[in-house]
């Protein structure tokens, strides 16, 4: 049986379903899941099933148990059809973790104190192991916001970033009315979805807010301003946007410099 790579599982549950990274590529993103299924015992089964061909490397039970399925340099089936950056095979360059939860067909439940504390303390070790940096720990529906909603809006990115995991700011206030119309077309439309693929989603820049640009508006929106899931392109979605990609780079389109050590239980960088 192998060896958990994080000292932080507790057990090794082998799942079948893996392959090699595609290339020898090393993990450079983490994405985060929900189960999405009634109990933690029917998601490590399925995870585990070979006809299901769906794993990830991590398991987080609700009382923070965390278990590994797949060994961090192997390529788990847990992504799919998705992009971040131009990048089309996630798979190969991420690890996933499955966090326990119902999801929006249970109702969207809390996420548990004892679950989060566990999912914040294994994202650090493996962000710091992997020098994975804060804007590339990502939703499922970040990188596929077609088909995917996980680990939904009520999933607590704010407290990940406070424990020192993530790219976060404070959203916006919220403020009524889209700033455009479905269908609607000229610059602002283009320099929204140029914002939107500066930052990371896969979306197409036509000029035209059309579904596909709705979709990556309402996966940023369950991601960055969850107050409020609606596609609407509206004024505090727009500024909350802004304000993590001047987070990012500098004022002449550069990566800005920023304290990238792995950070300590309270969030503050590690000496």
Known sequence: MPVPDSPLAEAFVASPNFGERRGHRRPNALILHYTGMPTA???LALLCDPAAEVSAHYFVFED??????????????????GS???????????????????????????????????????????CA??????????????????????????FPWGLLHAGGV??????????????????EEGPPVRALQAMLALYGYGVEITGVYDAPTRSVVTAFQRHF???????????????????????LYDGFGEPAKRDRRPRNASGRPDA
């Open 41 to 43: 015992q029917s998601a």
């Open 64 to 81: 923070g148990r965390v278990v590994q399925l797949v060994a961090e340099a192997d390529r788990a089936w847990h992504a799919g059809r």
């Open 84 to 126: 971040w950056k131009g990048e089309s095979d996630m798979n190969s360059v991420s690890i996933g973790i499955e966090i326990v939860n119902s999801g929006h067909d249970g109702g969207l439940p809390d996420f548990p104190d004892a679950q989060v504390e566990a999912t914040i303390a294994l994202c650090r070790d493996i």
């Open 129 to 154: 192991r992997r020098a994975i940096p804060p804007e590339r720990v990502l939703a499922h529906s970040d990188i596929a916001p077609d088909r995917k909603r996980d680990p939904g809006e009520a």
């Open 166 to 183: 993530g790219h976060w700011v404070e959203p916006a206030p919220l403020s009524d009315g889209s700033l455009f119309r479905i269908a």
């Open 225 to 247: 301003r969850p107050a409020r899931v609606d596609g609407e392109a509206d004024a505090s979605t727009v500024a909350t946007l802004k304000a993590l990609i001047e987070g």
